[in-house]
């Protein structure tokens, strides 16, 4: 990605920074039950035919624990391009 820009709306007992560019690295209050919403805006690459992942970790500082270490990652890959799947590929009859 190129041009990275996100901006971060906050809830329930939740506090984030409004916005920023670049990798999203901040450090947040998250009271249990709160919710934070990041909307990451990029350039797509020139060669769009491409799969794009993203990773999210969360890490909790001292004095605060995690009962549950298990939860803090989450993953997601979508495949980039510009035609559905073998629709380049359709045979067109009239």
């Known amino acids: 990605f190129a041009g990275a820009s996100y901006t971060c709306i906050s809830a329930v007992a ?9 990798n999203i690295d901040q450090e947040l209050s998250l009271a ?3 919710v934070v919403i990041y909307r990451l805006q990029v350039t797509a690459p020139l060669a769009p035919e491409r799969t794009i992942s ?3 970790n969360i890490i909790t500082k001292a004095p ?10 989450a993953a997601d890959v979508d495949p ?3 035609l559905a799947d073998g629709y380049e590929d359709a045979t067109v009859s009239e």
């Open 14 to 22: 939740a506090n984030c920074a409004a916005s920023g560019t670049g």
């Open 64 to 73: 605060t624990t995690d009962t549950d270490a298990t939860n803090n990652s």
């Open 54 to 56: 993203q990773t999210a």
């Open 80 to 82: 980039m391009g510009l």
């Open 32 to 34: 249990p039950g709160g």
